[in-house]
């Protein structure tokens, strides 16, 4: 199968489970305009398409591109990472590492370590670090360990967080900067290579 052709498979199947996802997980009520609409099922077609050069990768990704998006756009919208994201992800992520063998009890214990770290900053300062994104860590973890990415990965996610904390708080003054959408584009981004 084709890049192309599987991009458009999954943002057809994919790109309406994760709008209907984040409408469902919600507080407020979401009407999604146009740009939403198009990033999301972009972003859901797009990622399976660049994975499809390795199997692994693509079945290590598939848990965090099914939900990983809904989760970033709850976050962007209401600062919060929602447990009826963050649990199904986290188990998801787990059963893939599961079939992995080796490389996937690997991965979970790397994850472990990287989930540990993060409830150490969250509990030592939780204006640096929401319990959300402690919840979202390990999956994230999981699957760029999976693919062998943990220090690219975690080098990008830093980065991309740092930018959305510049942006978000000099466009908004706001003191809370949603991370979701930084932790899940980073894992994302690095995973399937770019």
Known sequence: MTAELTA???????????????RRTMHSLWL???????????LAGITPALATHDTRALMTLLPLTLLGPAAALVDAREARLP???????LGASLLMAAFSG?????????????SG????????????????????????AIALAQVDALLSGLFRIVTLVALTAALVGFRYRRAVVPYGPALVIGTLSVGVGL
């Open 8 to 22: 458009v498979l999954a943002a057809v199947t994919l790109g309406p489970f994760t709008l209907l996802a984040v």
């Open 83 to 89: 447990d009826s994201l963050t649990a199904p992800l």
């Open 117 to 140: 770290l993060a409830v150490v900053l969250a509990v030592l300062s939780t204006d640096l670090l929401g319990w959300g994104d402690v919840k979202l860590i390990p999956s994230l």
């Open 102 to 114: 080796p490389a996937g009890t690997r991965a979970v214990a790397l994850a472990t370590v990287v």
């Open 32 to 42: 999604p305009g146009r740009a939403e609409t198009a990033a999301i099922v972009a």
